[in-house]
């Protein structure tokens, strides 16, 4: 318990004081308190569960390799993407482990179709958006998005079909994560509103709280089956 709550008050911690490393714009706040944020995050999802799934923990290790490439403030973006990109095929297995095993839920399906293609537009007015010296961008973004899209609507189907704490968990960090990507590229790629940037950094923050929640919360239904 006391580690539990030490890992909580952390990730808190760290996370309080890199938005204020972002609104200061202090590289030295974030170079101290960023490397702080994912294993706080693991050390409290360890501490609430037996044993760690392993393609969770790799979605932790894939984050912070993403996080430690943004802090180096690379010029090529393909860099920055792969690791998250990643960290999303890790977090789709782990929900269609979930949803597999059931019949299919057709009015979630036709809830998930309409959702899709809403971002799917969502996409098109980012792409719509390139400037012309980031045209290379164009195909990785469009399969990041995608990617992202199919993560979303596996969050939805799911909370539909279990309705469960856990479901709800991850729609709040998919849809804190959805919010992250699509304002990171709004600021380093076309407007550089610092305000942006804080929303980019605060529901990054908020997904990897939710994401550890729900691993947490699906763990402890399978351990009570």
Do not use: W
């Not at 938005?19 to 590289?27: A, H, P």
């Not at 290379?136 to 899209?149: C, N, Q």
Request: glycine share 2%; hydrophobic share 55%; net charge positive.
């Amino acid at each position: 318990m006391k580690i539990k709550t030490t890992a909580f008050y952390l990730f808190f911690f760290a996370s309080f004081v890199t938005i204020m490393g972002v609104i200061l714009k202090s590289d030295l706040l974030l170079l101290i308190t960023k490397p702080i944020i994912i294993p706080s995050i693991y050390f409290y999802y360890i501490s609430c569960v037996r044993k760690p799934n392993l393609l969770f923990v790799l979605f932790l290790v894939s984050n912070f390799i993403g996080d430690s490439v943004v802090m180096l403030r690379l010029d090529n973006f393909l860099f920055t993407m792969v690791p998250y990109f990643i960290s999303y095929l890790l977090i789709i297995k782990l929900v269609i482990e979930n949803i597999s095993v059931i019949e299919i839920n057709y009015k979630a399906v036709g809830y998930c179709t309409i959702i899709f293609a809403f971002l799917v537009y969502i996409l098109s007015l980012l792409i719509d958006l390139q400037s012309e010296n980031r045209q290379t961008l164009v195909v990785p973004i469009i399969i990041y998005g995608i990617l992202l899209a199919f993560l979303a609507i596996f969050s939805v189907y799911n909370y539909l079909t279990f309705k469960t704490i856990s479901g709800l968990y991850l729609l709040f960090a998919c849809a804190c994560a959805l919010l992250s990507d699509v304002f990171f590229l709004l600021y380093n790629l076309h407007f550089h509103i610092p305000v942006l940037n804080l929303i980019n950094s605060i529901t990054q923050l908020l997904s990897y709280f939710f994401f550890a929640k729900y691993m947490i919360h699906r763990k402890e239904r399978a351990i009570g089956k």
